[in-house]
């Protein structure tokens, strides 16, 4: 997949997101990839889904830096979902206790 961009429908809570999981169902099973990693985006939270219970898998979600007090809805959805969740504020601490905090890069 190197150098290839896939296009998907953008979508957040509305009807789009049953076409997000078709067209996730559809790359994930052509691709086959072993890491799933996101930095925000409401279309994670699909091929999260998909990823992480059809194809086995691992997920690393990075909770958007601009978030820095509140957390977003894709985060909150997504620290059920990520094997693994990284936040970059302390003061994400509270709404993500077995989250990692990682600094955010200067």
Same mark, same amino acid.
Request: avoid cysteine; charged fraction near 35%.
């Given at each position: 997949m190197a150098g290839r961009t896939i296009f998907i429908r953008h979508s957040e809570? $509305?009807?789009w997101f049953l076409v997000n999981l078709w067209e996730m169902f559809q790359i994930l099973r052509r691709e086959r990839? $072993? !890491?799933l990693l996101s930095s925000g985006a409401g279309p994670?939270?699909?091929a999260s889904i998909i990823?992480?219970?059809l194809f086995g898998c691992?997920?690393?979600y990075v909770e958007t830096m601009t978030r820095m007090r509140n957390p977003s809805l894709t985060g909150r959805i997504m620290y059920r979902l990520a094997h693994r969740f990284v936040y970059q504020w302390p003061g994400l601490k509270s709404p993500f206790p077995k989250g990692t !905090?990682?600094?955010p890069l200067q």
């Open positions: 809570r $509305d009807a990839p $072993d !890491l994670i939270v699909p990823g992480r219970y691992r997920v690393i !905090l990682v600094e």
